[in-house]
């Protein structure tokens, strides 16, 4: 079982939201958009797998990509869709006060 599977049954979403920022370096939010730096990302294959896979699973994001050589993950997603209290408000709220 992931950590973020054993967060996501167990946690609260505003922990699970503060947890991933703590792995991560904020580079820039704006509204649609969140591009973080996660140093792991660019020798992990097993954390690439899975960030994409909960990127994926995720329906507010309308579009992400990983550059492996720099640890940059961009997220695009539709405010329109992000529901007050999701894991996605909370991350960009978060990332919003880390900026």
């Known amino acids: 079982m992931s950590v973020a599977s054993v967060l ?6 505003s922990m699970q939201a503060s ?7 904020v580079a820039h939010v704006n509204e649609g958009r969140i591009r973080v ?3 792991a990302l660019k020798h992990d294959d097993e954390l690439y797998v899975n960030v994409g896979d909960a990127l994926d699973g995720m329906e507010e994001v309308t579009q ?5 050589l720099t640890g ?10 992000v529901v ?3 894991l996605v408000d909370e991350i960009i709220r978060g990332a919003r006060l880390r900026v």
């Open 84 to 86: 007050p209290g999701s």
């Open 37 to 39: 730096i996660y140093d």
């Open 72 to 81: 940059s993950v961009t997220i695009n997603y539709d405010p329109l869709k």
């Open 64 to 68: 992400w990509k990983i550059n492996r």
């Open 19 to 25: 947890y991933l920022l703590s792995k991560v370096k």
């Open 8 to 13: 996501a049954s167990l946690a609260p979403r």
